[in-house]
């Protein structure tokens, strides 16, 4: 079916392959950057002119940021709370979003338009940090699951894959005597894997990359998600600090504040940058639903 | 079907308050599963919507949300007179403008000529290389800008080689390049992320169209404008009604991180604002008031927008 392209079509695709190439440069390079200055000596990297390849390689940036007990408490932070919000999110999410979509339930349309209202009017910042104070979540690690738990958006989308489910399976069960719990867990939950892993997939991403939270209701260092710590080295300049927590002599020698910063923030990158594109059907799937549902 | 319907015959001699009891009984594990949403969202959502009411009050912190004594729309005046009332709209709507005008068409433009790749291979990478910076936090990515953007950053570097600058600039102390520098790395962050939607609206179309046209002896970039951009532009105009009810939401995660006291001038957003009079000065009345006032035009700009959507394609958010 190909044609035989004419020149204005060979001079637009060597343009256009160009121009892509330029793109994923401009994309990469910040990324490429602090990894080649994180594996960098601190005090060399200083003098300029590291660009595309470490001049004085060293892991001592890597050593120092593992040895700083805030900085793998703050990881430690992190993980758990993604973890645990995230999990206890999607199902919890997706019960709500199951039970508010049969149409026997009582007081269905008040709940759904309890919800709707949500998605475009809400309390703003002072009301919210009042509420957290007042329930007790200052400076609590629950503070990152509780108020993580549900998001009406999320069960929009949750809805318009339940409904693509065949209600056959349902009806057999509820014959058999299951009731609308059972139902849920068994038969609901192993069928939407692909939703659960995209909606699972976007809390992760904003639990892991949520610094606010942590800025506003934290001040016990022990509780800080590595976000958070990163924002304050980042805009407070209290990279100073991490250095006093190098192991002998490393600090002195050759560890900046500067590439301290860039080895945390590889760290705090990486693993997000490593598993977003094996999850790339699954984010681009639930974008779409949110989309024409939206 | 016949189990509902037996049900019904059961209880239709019952009262209409012992009909709903028993409806509520029949339904114990549906409601079980409902209400802790509905309890949720009761807390987090519509008590910090009640708390809305200290905007007309001053509230005091030993009194609490109730009893602190009303003081009508003072704290509204107080606003609308404030000296950095018109800067603050002013940065509110300007960074939002730019960010419309130039994130709004390159998402496009980019999934249009994304999908004029002929390599299938070479475009599936492009496509997720540019999805990455969307996974970055705006944390790291702030520490890339401030190390870059300092007076001895990269940029000052390429600049002067280039001979652009005769003198370094630490970029983000001046409050007139914050408003470039929000606008460029929103746009880095985003591009391929919002060109989503769009390749999958050039995905859906009739490839039919394409073929007689290439029998019609249209080339490319004729296609292209006169095939792949009217196919597309249904979804366009939602997009672009949809970005113009968010143009009260700065991106607060972003200007929080880029802002800092010399470029205050410039990064004052309203979101910031409230931020500052709550938190920082603990004036949690008159922050909420200009919360409240936010959230009022926004609501406004959603409907107009809803309203001008429903006109122009019949399809509507609500």
Redesign the interface.
Known sequence: ?K?K??L??KI??IF??T??LI??F???Y??W??IVYSFNDGKDAML?GI?FWPRKFTLDNYITVFSNSDITTAFMVTIARTIITTTLHVF??A??A???M?K????RKI?MT?????L????????????IKS?GLYNNFLVYVI?G??N?YN?IIFQAFFRELPVELEESA??DGA???LI?TRIIIPLSMPVLATIALFVG?YN??D??TGV?FINNPKLQPI?TF??KV??ETTSNQMLAYAPGGIATRNVTS?SL?MAT?VI??LP??CV??FL?KYF?KG??IG?IK? | ME??EQTKNSSSHLSPFKR?LH??NE?K??????I???I??I??????????I?AFKEYDITLG?NKSPWVGLANFREFFSDERFWLIIKNTVGISFFKLLVGFPLPIL?AV??N???SVR?KR??Q??????H??????????L???LSE?G?IN?IFTKLGILKQPITFLAEPKYFWGIAVISEV?KE??WNA??YL?AIAGIDPELY?AA?VDGA???TKMFKITIPCISGTIAIMFI?AVSGLMNSN??QI??LR?PLNADASDVI?IY??KM??EAFR?SY??AI??F??IIA?IL?LLANGVTKKLTDKS??
């Open positions: 079916m044609m392209s004419s204005g079509d637009f695709d256009n392959i121009l892509m793109i994923c401009v994309t990469l910040p990324i950057y602090i300029g660009y919890f999410t019960m709500v199951y039970a508010f049969k026997e339930l009582v007081g709940y309890m919800g709707t209202i949500t475009f009017f809400g309390g703003g910042l002072i009301p919210y940090f009042l509420l329930l108020p738990m549900f009406f069960l509820k014959i009731n609308d719990f849920f991403v892991w990359n610094y606010f506003i976000q990163l924002y980042i805009a500067q910063k923030m705090t990158t997000i940058v977003y594109p790339q681009v974008l779409l989309a939206g | 189990i509902v709903f409806k509520l339904q594990y549906l409601q079980a599963m409902a802790p949403g509905v949720w969202m807390i987090f959502c519509y008590i910090p919507m009640y708390g809305i200290i949300i980019f000529l994304l004029e790749l002929t070479f990478t492009v997720t290389i540019s999805y990455l910076p996974f970055i936090s705006w944390v790291v990515l702030g520490g890339i401030m190390n870059w001895t990269l570097i880095w591009l391929g989503i939607i999958a073929e290439t080339g490319r970039i949809l607060f995660d929080f991180v800092n979101d409230v931020y709550g938190i949690f922050a909420t919360g409240l936010k959230s609501l959603l958010l609500f």
